[in-house]
Each structure stands twice: as structure tokens, then as C-alpha cells.
């Protein structure tokens, strides 16, 4: 593979990683960045909803002249098949991957790249994905709509089972409950030949996003739970096929314990930190030393800034564990509030594993859940300035860009984009929460 080859690959790797896109990430092993790992974070509103999927990608020696070769991972061990595009085995056919006959002008050219594989993934994973297969146009039968149905009904449960559910009982080493089956694995087409220890670049993201939508997550079930009991079978579709289908049954009241557990699990794994965070002081680690500058070089510029609405404070004087006060603007929503807002910082895998932040002080606003987790993203992820000032920023920005993958707190981000009169009682609410904090201020 040439020099320019590289250079062209490593770039395109960079801007996805350095994106605004919440849905997309990418890593690769600095040893060679011809093999990635890519992460789709399922879109809102479909039911691959906030599911983690991922995919291998191969660039060949002739990139960007042909295509890479693109191999789903997420397919239940090879039992399951999620997309009528997206086979068991973990082929993805697309015409841009020249897996799938498509129009003129829509294969290949050099002029496109991974982000624009990524995008057209994505795109499969539409509210209706039954419309992906071929003759779908002339489906309009009764017996055709209630395949279409059924298929995105199962699809949403087992996005939920598979894709986040079994992900997160493996990455916290809680038992699950998968049959202990031996079966195709897509990626010892990539990986058969290397010998390297297992490589999970998503770990940390997948549990911070678990951590965002676990609200979410849970109203799904509920809705679900509503059509299908449990042990209710999925129903075969006409397209799938022996070793390539999605076969299983509904079990709802199961998912709901699950979840229950890797949230109560996340939780305690982010309040070890603050113990194993001392050890580290006591050891005088590097990381602790780094924190504990960054600190105080923080604390010492917000005194020269009287405009800043914040103070922090270590707390036990431990540099993993920081409380941030956030004091509301004059003249706006936040007037008057007081609210304490945690974070805890991993001792052994910073910066690699971020931050996690609670709210202490209850709030009502669409980036904060219910239990307090803050939805926001760092500009510079090894400063920790950066995630005071996204913090302080995703709650005091009054006039955010819709982005339904932000919005963590479904009761208050339907009424914060919903109608005018929506909108009013949003206003209400976050101020309720706001007066309740500075009455019961610390």
C-alpha cells in the first residue's frame, strides 16, 4: 500500500474520530491502520434505536481506487440477522461496497470514503427495514404489512438483547444468558492470522452511551412489553433464509432485569474510582499528579474570571473525584439555582476512559436523565477545562440544534421541542427545579 494510500486513510480516520457525530467512531491499532473497527450507534426513532453496532473494515492495497471490505460483527455470533442488507454471516450488501448490484452513479468512485460507508449503514437502519428488500415496492398487501411488522418488532428486541444488553454483560463481566454455541465469526476473516490480545476500542463509549439512554431504553420495553408476551415467537420473513434469519422469542420482563443490573453495575464500577483514586494518590502516580495540576490550574484561572458561574473542589482532596457547583446566570432559566454536579475520573485508564458526571442537585432539563446522567461531549478530551466547559455549556445553552441523541431525558425533550405551550411548561418545570435547589442548597 502506498504512502498517499496511508496518508488518505489516516485522515479519513481522524475527522470521523475528531467529528461532531455522536453516531459514528472508529479505531484502529497504530500498527496498522488498514484494519478499523466502526462503531453506529443506531438512529432515533427506528427500531435500531441507540443499539451498538459494529463492523470491521479491511482497506486493500488499491484504496481509495476500490473500495474497503466491510464485515458486520455485531450478528449474535452468527445466529442473527439485523437488516435484510445485513446478513448473519456479517456481509453487508451495498452497492457502494460492490456487495450489491445498485443504478449508475451509485457504485464505487474514489471521490468517497469510510464516513460515507458509515453514512450508507446507516441508512439501512431505517424505521421500516423490511423496505431494503428487493421487490419491496410491490409488497402492499395486508399479509406484507404485517410482515413488516413483525420484522421491525423483533428487530427492536433483539437490538436491545443483543446489541446492548449482551455487549454491556460482557464488557462488566456479568453472566448472561447466551447459549454457550460455536458458530461463524465474521472477523477471523480479519483477524485469523494475528495473534494480538482482544481489541474493544468501544468499551468506554458503549457504557457512557448506556449510561445516556438507559432511560430510553427502558420506555422502549415498556411500550413493547405492551404488544408481545413473553415467550412469544418472532416470526419467520418471507426472505430469510436457513443460517441467515433472526429467530428467537419475546422475553421483555428478562431485558428489563438485565438492564437493571448493568446500570446498577455501571454505578458502583464509577463510585470504585474514588477509592481506587486514593490508592493512587498514595502511590503518586503520574495520573494522579497530572489531575491534581490540572486542578489547580483550573481553580486559579476561574479566580482571575469574574464572570465564570462555577467553583470546584476536590473532594477527600482526591484529584479523580471533582465536585463542580454551578451557579445560574442572571436573567435566565438557571437564576438563582444552585446545583452539585459530580465527576468521577477512572485512576488506571485516563484519558482513555472520560469522565462520568452526575447531578447531584435534581434538575429538569433534556441533557440530564432522571438518575442525574449529564449528556455532553469534551472538545479536548485529555483536558479536563474542556469538560468544565462542556459541562457548564450543555446545561446553560438556550437555543440548542435538535439532536435526538442528546436528548436523555425523554418527558423533558418532548416538551422542550414540542409546541409552543410544550415549550412554556418546560420553562416551568426547569424553574421549579431550579428554586427546589436553591432552597435546598448546601
Known amino acids: 500500500m502506498s504512502n498517499q494510500s496511508i496518508l488518505r486513510i489516516t485522515r479519513e480516520l481522524h475527522e470521523i474520530q475528531n467529528g461532531s457525530d455522536l453516531s459514528l467512531a472508529v479505531a484502529w491499532r497504530d500498527v496498522d491502520v488498514r484494519h478499523v473497527r466502526a462503531l453506529i450507534v443506531g438512529p432515533p426513532d427506528t427500531p435500531y434505536e441507540f443499539g451498538f453496532f459494529e463492523f470491521t473494515v479491511k482497506f ?31 456481509k453487508v450488501c451495498l452497492s457502494i461496497l460492490g456487495t450489491w448490484r445498485g443504478e449508475r452513479g451509485e457504485e464505487w468512485s474514489s471521490a468517497q470514503g469510510l464516513e460515507s460507508i458509515l453514512i450508507s449503514i446507516q441508512s439501512l437502519m431505517s424505521c421500516n427495514p423490511y423496505e431494503n428488500e428487493p421487490g419491496f415496492e410491490d409488497a402492499n398487501s395486508d399479509y406484507d404489512k404485517k410482515n413488516q411488522e ?10 436491545l438483547r443483543v446489541s446492548v444488553i449482551e455487549r454491556l454483560e460482557e464488557y462488566l ?12 465469526n465474521a472477523e477471523e476473516e480479519f483477524q485469523s492470522s494475528r495473534e494480538d490480545a482482544p481489541f474493544e476500542p468501544f468499551k468506554d463509549l458503549c457504557k457512557r452511551r448506556f449510561l445516556w439512554y438507559y432511560r430510553s431504553y427502558l420506555s422502549t420495553i415498556d411500550e413493547a412489553a405492551k404488544k408481545h408476551k413473553d415467550g412469544d415467537r418472532f416470526e419467520k420473513m418471507p426472505f430469510e433464509g436457513p443460517g441467515n434469519t433472526m429467530e428467537g422469542c419475546y422475553q421483555y420482563t428478562a431485558l428489563r432485569e438485565r438492564l437493571n443490573k448493568i446500570f446498577a453495575a455501571l454505578n458502583q464500577e464509577t463510585e470504585s474510582w474514588a477509592s481506587e483514586g486514593l490508592l493512587a494518590v498514595k502511590r503518586e502516580t503520574s495520573v494522579a499528579s497530572n489531575l491534581q495540576r490540572q486542578f489547580e490550574q483550573i481553580v486559579e484561572r476561574y479566580k482571575r474570571d469574574d464572570s465564570l458561574t462555577v467553583d470546584l473542589n476536590l473532594v477527600d482532596k482526591n484529584p479523580f473525584v471533582w465536585q463542580l457547583t454551578l451557579f445560574g446566570r442572571p436573567m435566565t432559566n438557571l437564576d438563582g439555582g444552585m446545583f452539585r454536579i459530580m465527576l468521577y475520573i477512572n485512576p488506571t485508564r485516563w484519558p482513555d476512559v472520560l469522565p462520568r458526571v452526575r447531578f447531584e442537585t435534581p434538575i429538569f432539563h433534556h441533557r440530564v ?21 462542556a459541562i457548564v455549556g450543555a446545561i446553560e445553552e438556550e437555543s440548542p440544534a435538535y439532536d435526538p441523541r442528546t436528548l436523555v431525558n425523554p418527558e423533558a425533550a418532548k416538551l422542550f421541542w414540542g409546541a409552543p405551550d410544550e415549550k412554556k411548561l418546560y420553562n416551568r418545570r426547569l424553574r421549579r427545579s431550579v428554586q427546589d435547589s436553591a432552597e435546598n442548597c448546601f
Open 150 to 159: 413483525a420484522y421491525i418488532d423483533k428487530i427492536r428486541h433483539e437490538t
Open 60 to 90: 486493500g492495497r488499491e484504496y481509495p481506487t476500490k473500495a474497503p471490505t466491510v464485515l458486520a460483527l455485531t450478528t449474535n455470533a452468527g445466529r442473527t440477522r439485523f437488516n435484510p442488507n445485513i446478513y448473519a454471516a456479517g
Open 173 to 184: 463481566n456479568i453472566r448472561g444468558e447466551r447459549p454457550a454455541v460455536t458458530v461463524y
Open 369 to 389: 436523565s432522571v438518575d442525574g446522567v449529564l449528556c455532553y461531549d469534551a472538545a479536548n478530551r485529555q483536558d479536563m477545562r474542556s469538560h468544565v466547559e
